[in-house]
């Protein structure tokens, strides 16, 4: 089956000292980055997708500020697709779809921040066009929210998008996704 990899908005401003800081965005990263060597190693397809923020108003992933810069754990190389986005779906007013149609994809691995936004946007259109969506969720971070004066922890909000998700997509650590592709 052709399987592509889609890493979503795994940028600075998510990290340590960024804009946005996740919770734990450096254990996701890594193991995004074991997903993105698992796919170089086997020569298939890799979309970067990078978020920039031109709404009135946005505090970050601004144009023109280090934020926008991914990780150094899944830095795009020469040949992979980088795809730039507006929205949180990332095929919405993008060529993410006609791209992985070229590309004749049949199934997408799909990680990346946040969870609770581009994620799951994301995973949801994916599986609305017909792609089949192995989610590593272990390798997607995302951060406490608020909500009419409830506070809730990162940890609840991931859990709750991931239970949701599973209608979507097949919700898997990065072991399991891994294990997948050998199958």
């Not at 500020?65 to 899944?74: C, E, L, R, V």
């Not at 006609?98 to 990680?111: F, I, S, T, Y």
């Not at 991931?162 to 199958?183: G, I, N, R």
Request: include cysteine; aromatic fraction near 8%; charge should be negative.
């Amino acid at each position: 089956m052709n399987t592509a990899l889609i890493l979503i908005d795994i940028q600075m401003d998510y990290f340590p000292g960024g804009r946005m800081e996740l919770e734990n965005p450096l254990e996701a990263a890594s193991r995004a980055g074991r997903l993105l060597a698992a796919f170089r190693q086997r020569r298939w397809p890799t979309v970067h997708i990078q978020h920039l923020s031109t709404r009135p108003g946005a505090t970050f992933f601004l144009p023109d500020t280090d934020g926008i810069a991914f990780h150094a754990s899944i830095a795009p190389q020469a040949g992979e697709t980088v795809i730039v986005k507006h929205f949180p779906n990332a095929f919405r007013e993008t060529g993410l779809l006609d791209h992985l149609r070229g590309l004749k994809a049949e199934r997408l691995v799909v990680c990346g921040s946040m969870t609770h936004m581009c994620v799951d946007a994301t995973t949801r259109a994916a599986a609305d066009l017909g792609f089949p969506v192995l989610l590593a969720a272990d390798a997607c971070a995302t951060r406490a929210l608020a909500y009419g004066g409830i506070q809730v922890p990162a940890a609840h909000v991931q859990a709750a998008f991931l239970a949701a998700l599973k209608s979507y997509a097949q919700v898997l650590s990065t072991d399991e996704v891994l294990a997948q592709l050998d199958a």
